[in-house]
């Protein structure tokens, strides 16, 4: 998988130095699955993605849906193992970040995030 450098352009900050992209069928399947935790500096995008699934998951994290124009459009924090998020329509991809990263980066709805 490709690695980049994940940005809230909005904040202008860095919110991970070690975002992977899953951009295939293979990539999106595995996901996060089979690691047992998230680092605090490590993010996965999938792409496209309009909802995410927890099965077999060991951990929870926080979930960013963003749009076409890289605007973040639902947060949802502490997904869990074995649930599953609604479809979000407009979404292009997703973010998955640790637990807890999204309130301590302020990451909020609207945001412009920035793939670098």
């Given amino acids: ?12 900050k860095v ?3 070690n975002c992977y992209i899953a951009d295939n069928f293979f990539s999106r399947l595995k996901g996060l699955l089979g690691k047992n935790n998230l680092n605090e500096d490590e993010a996965l995008i999938i792409k496209p993605c309009k909802s995410v699934h927890m099965f077999f998951m060991k951990f ?10 890289d ?7 502490n997904l869990r193992p074995w649930q599953v998020t609604k479809v979000v329509k ?5 973010v998955e ?11 909020d709805i609207g945001n412009i995030i920035s793939i670098v």
């Fill in 60 to 69: 929870s994290i926080d979930v960013l849906f963003v749009n076409e124009n």
């Fill in 15 to 17: 919110l991970v130095n």
């Fill in 90 to 94: 407009n979404s292009k991809y997703v």
């Fill in 1 to 12: 998988m490709k690695k980049v450098i994940l940005k809230n352009k909005t904040l202008k």
């Fill in 97 to 107: 970040l640790s637990k807890g990263k999204v309130k301590k980066t302020k990451t």
């Fill in 71 to 77: 605007k973040v459009i639902k947060i949802i924090e």
